[in-house]
């Protein structure tokens, strides 16, 4: 495979040609996945739950997101590697430029952040000054208290129209990738349709360019529960590599996300 930047996602979102992510924190899994194909590799603060045990991301500092994206980048050769900006690392430009310093030198290839039209600024200014970004809609875990839990987004046609919008304004300010979570299918279609850049969807319906998944969830290992949107391929495979080249060739043919993964 040869190495995957913006501009190769960019191709096959033109082409109609599904692309795949996952979540990594180490440097085996980040070459495991990398061998099988997988596109697109997120250092996500997700690692504050699935690794450290917390219950939600909002423990999660900028030096764990660096160490593990340090480690997914020495096992990682062709992937793209992206690094969550956890909590409060951006809550002001000067943050958010220091600490996207931080993760890029880490390795990254780019950062993600949480949030819509009040990130507008903070994204053009990191992207003036050689940072790309991966945005984010939808259920953003980090607001999770402010949304009094881990719920779908964007039922409201309002907040359907705003997010629409949001995705819009986002690119114009220069985010490169669009991540959006757990909304119903025929927004997550509008968004797709209404931006020119790749869009990745996790709990987002099928019809968006890429799917991403947390690695616990595809493996079938995560504590307490799988959500709703994801699918333990390990368990219909038997070993890790054949369930990601499932995975991969599930998100290809469209046969994943299927109607029990997708919120209406």
């Known amino acids: 495979m040869a190495k995957i930047t913006t501009a190769s996602l960019q191709k096959m979102k033109q082409s109609g040609d599904k692309f795949t992510a996952l979540t990594a924190y180490d440097a085996s899994f980040a070459s495991a996945f990398d061998a099988q194909g997988v596109e697109v590799l997120l250092i996500g603060d997700s690692l504050g739950m699935v690794l450290q ?103 409201n046609q309002q907040k359907a129209e705003q997010m629409i919008q949001d995705a819009k304004d986002l690119q114009a300010a220069g985010a490169q990738l669009l991540v959006i979570e757990c909304i119903p299918a025929e927004l997550a279609k509008r968004i797709t349709q209404a931006v020119d850049i790749p869009v990745i969807g996790i709990g987002a319906g099928k019809d968006t360019d890429g799917q991403i998944l947390v690695m616990h969830d595809v493996l079938g290992i995560s ?18 590599h054949s369930a990601i080249q499932a995975f991969r060739k599930a998100v290809r043919d469209g046969e994943f996300p299927a109607d029990e993964h997708t919120f209406s």
């Open 223 to 240: 504590t307490g529960y799988i959500p709703k949107f994801s699918k333990n391929f390990l368990k219909e495979t038997g070993d890790i």
């Open 53 to 155: 045990g917390h219950n939600d991301t909002l423990p999660v500092s900028v030096q764990d997101i660096a160490y593990h994206t340090r480690c997914v980048r020495a096992g990682a050769q062709n992937a793209l590697v992206i690094a969550d900006m956890p909590f409060m690392s951006y809550g002001q430009v000067s943050d958010a430029i220091n600490n996207a310093a931080e993760l890029m030198r880490a390795g990254a290839n780019m950062v993600k952040l949480e949030g819509g039209e009040w990130l507008l600024d903070t994204v053009k200014a990191l992207t003036e000054r050689g940072v790309p970004v991966c945005a984010h809609l939808g259920l953003t875990p980090q607001s999770v208290h402010l949304f009094g839990g881990f719920k779908i987004q964007g039922r």
